[in-house]
């Protein structure tokens, strides 16, 4: 009898392994630097975490509101000596502690979001959230009346100014008198001071707010001086239903997955990829019915010439806000130059300090 | 300027300025107790929290109000049972409380961010509402704007007119005289601890409440110091501090308006100017010898008497 049961236990053991083996899931960890519940940026990418974790095989970690930094480092470092297999980064200031433990692990792979450092084992990625941005200025300039628009932004980079250039290319396609207020507020997420920064640009006429940052306090002030506002990240028309247009939204979900899959079957390079309407990282949310059907349809038509090439955002002749022609006349910029833009087009009122 | 510039632009001075001037009262009413607190801006964070938290669960946006002041007392208590229960030193105390705060709203704050509560909203109040000028700046605002007027007189009345104010000043001026009297100055000075966490934690709450209907980490944003700078401008006089506060507000709300009017001055300089007039206002103060109103036994702990 007890050998019966040794062997029984022995072949359980056994059996228990091999089906360890051949369960072996891929370990994939996200990092974001703000909550999760934000509604925003970090939002966004969690959406997309929330679809590979119904995957299956795979095992998803994430932590949330790590510091740029010597914490993130620490993070990351971490969830290598884990042994994870992909981990993604979504924060700039990630960048560089992220290549520094990406050398030291070489069987990871890391993917940082929003910046520009690859190493054999990092790649990086981003979206060209310009050209969504480009479609909500056309609804911008559709709805104005004061041909003010007011655009709360949080820092003064190469991404925030393209992205404003971009809404005041194209609220200027469809409105040549819409003119682009800037405020910068210094702060990826501060309800309270990206409010008052909207209450600035409506004392000052803008009965449009547009906004960079992931908070909705600048919704809030729209909301409650009853004009129109433009979200981010995501649809925010829960916090601003009789204010708010339309959002340029990212949807990370197919991209992930494919970086997934390619690490997954030993096909995953590294590289930099900027993707954008055509590849559906970026987007705009469905359009409020306050938003007349013409306008809707001028929108949507100007979204497949994009999606398809038809059409280029950034295509001379652009000028700048003292009237030079910085971009010359049939030139489309290089992605470089793109991704290094200081300077604001014409009729964008503020500063890029 | 015209007035359709000003009267926005004071209107928002008077916004900005209130959650400041509820806790440099609180600051005053604790430092005028004979006790330094420094723990201000944890106060005031996990008064927020606790504001918001309780509107949100409740409806009940008074509630929530009430609950960021008891919050602010609660946190209060903690820095009493430190400096008074057990003698210790009130700037380590008052510097341990912040990072506690600000620490502890943060981390039980995280399910709420992203969530929308009820909140205040402006009321017209009638008559007062509709004097040219001042109506729109002064009596166009949120009940809780309405409350922070009364406050700074009813305190002033309070220390100045009141026996138990008498005794709360007896307490930080001198408290072995205090005690000759036969006045337990360790009491009012737990008065002056609690009631000062109670206005820390209203200015908390207020930024969860009116000034936006959302919690967010870091919503106190260094307002709670900026209201320790103030108490020494404001020579610990509740009725000077609405002129440091509204002085602060006002810079705040101006450089925005100076940025959306298209100003070229750059922004980074435009958000130093509140922090730049901080320095400003101590040195000032110092200069007109501020320290003079300072209570005299601040952060002396009373020795028990044995």
Same mark, same amino acid.
């Given at each position: 009898?007890?050998?019966?049961?040794?062997?029984?236990?022995?072949?359980?053991?056994?059996?228990?392994?091999?089906?360890?083996?051949?369960?072996?899931?891929?370990?994939?960890?996200?990092?974001?630097?703000?909550?999760?519940?934000?509604?925003?940026?970090?939002?966004?990418?969690?959406?997309?975490?929330?679809?590979?974790?119904?995957?299956?095989?795979?095992?998803?970690?994430?932590?949330?509101?790590?510091?740029?930094?010597?914490?993130?480092?620490?993070?990351?470092?971490?969830?290598?000596?884990?042994?994870?297999?992909?981990?993604?980064?979504?924060?700039?200031?990630?960048?560089?502690?992220?290549?520094?433990?990406?050398?030291?692990?070489?069987?990871?792979?890391?993917?940082?979001?929003?910046?520009?450092?690859?190493?054999?084992?990092?790649?990086?990625?981003?979206?060209?959230?310009?050209?969504?941005?480009?479609?909500?200025?056309?609804?911008?300039?559709?709805?104005?009346?004061?041909?003010?628009?007011?655009?709360?932004?949080?820092?003064?980079?190469?991404?925030?100014?393209?992205?404003?250039?971009?809404?005041?290319?194209?609220?200027?396609?469809?409105?040549?008198?819409?003119?682009?207020?800037?405020?910068?507020?210094?702060?990826?997420?501060?309800?309270?001071?990206?409010?008052?920064?909207?209450?600035?640009?409506?004392?000052?006429?803008?009965?449009?707010?547009?906004?960079?940052?992931?908070?909705?306090?600048?919704?809030?002030?729209?909301?409650?001086?009853?004009?129109?506002?433009?979200?981010?990240?995501?649809?925010?028309?829960?916090?601003?239903?009789?204010?708010?247009?339309?959002?340029?939204?990212?949807?990370?979900?197919?991209?992930?997955?494919?970086?997934?899959?390619?690490?997954?079957?030993?096909?995953?390079?590294?590289?930099?990829?900027?993707?954008?309407?055509?590849?559906?990282?970026?987007?705009?949310?469905?359009?409020?019915?306050?938003?007349?059907?013409?306008?809707?349809?001028?929108?949507?038509?100007?979204?497949?010439?994009?999606?398809?090439?038809?059409?280029?955002?950034?295509?001379?002749?652009?000028?700048?806000?003292?009237?030079?022609?910085?971009?010359?006349?049939?030139?489309?910029?290089?992605?470089?130059?793109?991704?290094?833009?200081?300077?604001?087009?014409?009729?964008?009122?503020?500063?890029?300090? | 300027?015209?007035?359709?510039?000003?009267?926005?632009?004071?209107?928002?001075?008077?916004?900005?300025?209130?959650?400041?001037?509820?806790?440099?009262?609180?600051?005053?009413?604790?430092?005028?107790?004979?006790?330094?607190?420094?723990?201000?801006?944890?106060?005031? +964070?996990?008064?927020?929290?606790?504001?918001?938290?309780?509107?949100?669960?409740?409806?009940?946006?008074?509630?929530?109000?009430?609950?960021?002041?008891?919050?602010?007392?609660?946190?209060?208590?903690?820095?009493?049972?430190?400096?008074?229960?057990?003698?210790?030193?009130?700037?380590?105390?008052?510097?341990?409380?912040?990072?506690?705060?600000?620490?502890?709203?943060?981390?039980?704050?995280?399910?709420?961010?992203?969530?929308?509560?009820?909140?205040?909203?402006?009321?017209?109040?009638?008559?007062?509402?509709?004097?040219?000028?001042?109506?729109?700046?002064?009596?166009?605002?949120?009940?809780?704007?309405?409350?922070?007027?009364?406050?700074?007189?009813?305190?002033?009345?309070?220390?100045?007119?009141?026996?138990?104010?008498?005794?709360?000043?007896?307490?930080?001026?001198?408290?072995?005289?205090?005690?000759?009297?036969?006045?337990?100055?360790?009491?009012?000075?737990?008065?002056?601890?609690?009631?000062?966490?109670?206005?820390?934690?209203?200015?908390?709450?207020?930024?969860?409440? +009116?000034?936006?209907?959302?919690?967010?980490?870091?919503?106190?944003?260094?307002?709670?110091?900026?209201?320790? +700078?103030?108490?020494?401008? +404001?020579?610990?006089?509740?009725?000077?501090?609405?002129?440091?506060?509204?002085?602060?507000?006002?810079?705040?709300?101006?450089?925005?308006?100076?940025?959306?009017?298209?100003?070229?001055?750059?922004?980074?300089?435009?958000?130093?100017?509140?922090?730049?007039?901080?320095?400003?206002?101590?040195?000032?103060?110092?200069?007109?010898?501020?320290?003079?109103?300072?209570?005299?036994?601040?952060?002396?702990?009373?020795?028990?008497?044995?």
């Amino acid at each position: 009898m007890r050998k019966v049961l040794v062997l029984l236990v022995l072949a359980l053991l056994v059996a228990g392994v091999t089906a360890q083996a051949a369960e072996k899931k891929m370990k994939i960890g996200f990092v974001y630097v703000s909550p999760v519940g934000d509604a925003g940026y970090s939002y966004a990418h969690d959406v997309a975490r929330k679809a590979i974790e119904a995957l299956p095989g795979v095992e998803v970690k994430f932590l949330e509101s790590v510091k740029e930094g010597a914490d993130s480092e620490r993070v990351f470092l971490k969830m290598a000596r884990n042994k994870y297999d992909l981990i993604f980064g979504t924060s700039f200031g990630y960048m560089n502690p992220m290549l520094k433990v990406a050398k030291k692990f070489p069987n990871t792979v890391f993917m940082h979001c929003s910046g520009y450092e690859t190493s054999k084992n990092m790649g990086n990625y981003f979206g060209r959230m310009y050209q969504a941005r480009y479609l909500s200025g056309m609804v911008a300039g559709s709805m104005t009346k004061s041909n003010v628009l007011g655009y709360v932004a949080a820092f003064p980079m190469p991404e925030v100014i393209r992205g404003i250039n971009a809404f005041a290319l194209g609220a200027q396609a469809v409105n040549p008198k819409a003119q682009v207020r800037v405020v910068w507020t210094k702060t990826w997420y501060d309800p309270a001071i990206e409010k008052e920064g909207a209450k600035s640009l409506l004392d000052v006429g803008a009965d449009v707010i547009a906004q960079h940052q992931d908070s909705p306090g600048p919704q809030e002030a729209a909301e409650e001086r009853g004009v129109y506002s433009i979200g981010y990240n995501t649809d925010m028309s829960s916090f601003a239903p009789k204010a708010h247009l339309v959002a340029p939204i990212w949807n990370w979900a197919p991209y992930y997955i494919e970086v997934l899959n390619s690490v997954k079957d030993g096909t995953w390079k590294s590289g930099s990829t900027w993707n954008g309407l055509a590849e559906g990282v970026v987007d705009l949310s469905p359009m409020s019915d306050m938003v007349p059907a013409d306008v809707k349809a001028t929108v949507l038509a100007r979204r497949s010439e994009i999606k398809k090439g038809d059409y280029v955002v950034f295509s001379g002749p652009v000028k700048d806000q003292s009237g030079t022609v910085r971009i010359a006349d049939g030139v489309v910029p290089s992605d470089q130059d793109l991704l290094k833009m200081g300077w604001f087009v014409e009729g964008v009122i503020g500063t890029t300090k | 300027m015209t007035p359709d510039i000003l009267i926005p632009l004071l209107a928002a001075t008077v916004q900005s300025g209130t959650p400041i001037l509820f806790a440099t009262l609180g600051a005053i009413f604790c430092e005028k107790s004979g006790v330094l607190n420094l723990g201000v801006e944890g106060i005031m +964070a996990v008064g927020a929290l606790a504001g918001f938290a309780v509107s949100y669960y409740t409806g009940s946006v008074w509630f929530g109000f009430l609950a960021g002041g008891l919050a602010g007392m609660l946190m209060g208590g903690v820095h009493g049972v430190v400096c008074l229960g057990f003698l210790g030193n009130q700037v380590v105390s008052g510097l341990a409380l912040t990072i506690l705060g600000v620490g502890l709203a943060n981390y039980l704050g995280t399910p709420l961010i992203g969530l929308s509560a009820s909140g205040f909203v402006p009321v017209d109040l009638p008559l007062l509402a509709r004097i040219p000028f001042l109506g729109p700046i002064f009596f166009q605002q949120d009940p809780l704007v309405y409350v922070s007027y009364g406050v700074p007189v009813g305190m002033w009345y309070f220390f100045k007119y009141t026996r138990a104010g008498l005794r709360l000043r007896a307490a930080g001026e001198n408290p072995d005289a205090a005690l000759a009297a036969g006045i337990h100055s360790v009491n009012y000075r737990w008065l002056g601890v609690l009631c000062g966490g109670f206005f820390m934690g209203l200015g908390g709450a207020y930024l969860s409440l +009116a000034y936006t209907h959302m919690w967010a980490n870091h919503l106190t944003s260094g307002r709670g110091w900026i209201a320790v +700078a103030l108490v020494i401008f +404001a020579f610990w006089n509740p009725l000077r501090a609405v002129a440091g506060a509204y002085l602060f507000g006002g810079v705040m709300a101006f450089q925005f308006r100076l940025q959306a009017s298209g100003t070229h001055i750059p922004s980074s300089f435009l958000l130093m100017l509140p922090y730049v007039l901080t320095l400003s206002v101590l040195v000032f103060s110092s200069w007109k010898g501020g320290s003079s109103a300072t209570p005299q036994a601040l952060g002396v702990n009373i020795e028990p008497a044995d």
